[in-house]
């Protein structure tokens, strides 16, 4: 089946420093990859919409300079933690769908990233 | 291997039809077991589980976790079409786990 991976799946660092998590599609490609973060009710917010080739859509109240995404290829997206700080420290999940795939086809997701600023 | 299984990968009902969407789990550490419901881009967050045989309702979705059989189960009373989407079941443990999801597609 189709496999996401994400790397690291988890990382410490220490305040105001960046931090690059990959998000790589295996066995499929994807024009479209998807950013979340886990806060602690356990809900999913939508972070950024990674589209390759082109700018990533943020959604409202996400910092762009901030979280820098950049989708280099069909099978890569990255996710760039900049100056991170405490508060950034959470759990970042990928997504993906197969560009063959039908647009209500079912995503496939990464294992996450646990990020801990120190 | 870490894993989360979800049965069936697709399902038709009628309106007003019961389902029960499965989901089964090996998850090293597993701390809990999450349903989700896929819509657009972001997951709705349906329930979570940390408990055994401590059902959790919400409306006509209801959901139960069995620890010792590592499965879970997600039950939809008198099906509406807007129940019509992709139900993903996600365990934690030292990473995030989720399964393929199940389709249900609700006809009028």
């Known amino acids: 089946g189709a496999v996401v991976s994400q790397h690291p799946s988890w990382v410490i660092c220490k305040s105001g420093t960046s931090v690059k998590i990959e998000c790589r599609s295996l066995?499929?490609?994807?024009?479209?990859m998807f950013w979340y973060r886990q806060f602690p009710k356990q809900s999913l917010m939508l972070m950024a919409t990674?589209?390759?080739?082109?700018?990533?859509?943020?959604e409202q109240g996400v910092e762009k300079d901030k979280f820098l995404i950049n989708h280099a290829s069909l099978t890569l997206s990255t996710l760039t933690v900049t100056s991170a700080h405490p508060e950034d420290s959470s759990f970042y999940i990928c997504?993906?769908?197969?560009?063959?795939?039908?647009?209500?086809?079912?995503?496939?997701f990464g294992n996450g990233t646990r990020l801990t600023v120190t | 291997e870490d894993k989360v299984v979800q049965s069936p990968l697709s399902l038709v009902v009628h309106e007003g039809d019961t389902v029960t969407l499965n989901c089964s789990y090996e998850?090293?550490?597993?701390?809990?077991l999450l349903w989700y419901k896929q819509e657009k881009k972001a997951p709705t967050f349906l329930f979570m589980l940390?408990?055994?045989?401590i059902e959790k309702k919400s409306g006509r979705l209801s959901s139960i976790l069995d620890k010792k059989e590592l499965f879970s189960i997600l039950n939809i009373t008198a099906t509406q079409t807007g129940d019509s989407a992709v139900y993903l079941c996600?365990?934690?443990?030292?990473?995030?786990?989720f399964g393929t999801g199940t389709s249900l597609t609700v006809i009028p």
């Open positions: 997504s993906a769908r197969d560009r063959t795939a039908a647009y209500n086809s079912p995503l496939h």
């Open positions: 066995d499929f490609q994807a024009t479209t």
């Open positions: 990674s589209n390759e080739g082109s700018k990533a859509t943020y």
């Open positions: 998850v090293t550490n597993f701390r809990s």
């Open positions: 940390t408990s055994s045989g």
């Open positions: 996600g365990s934690t443990g030292n990473q995030f786990y």
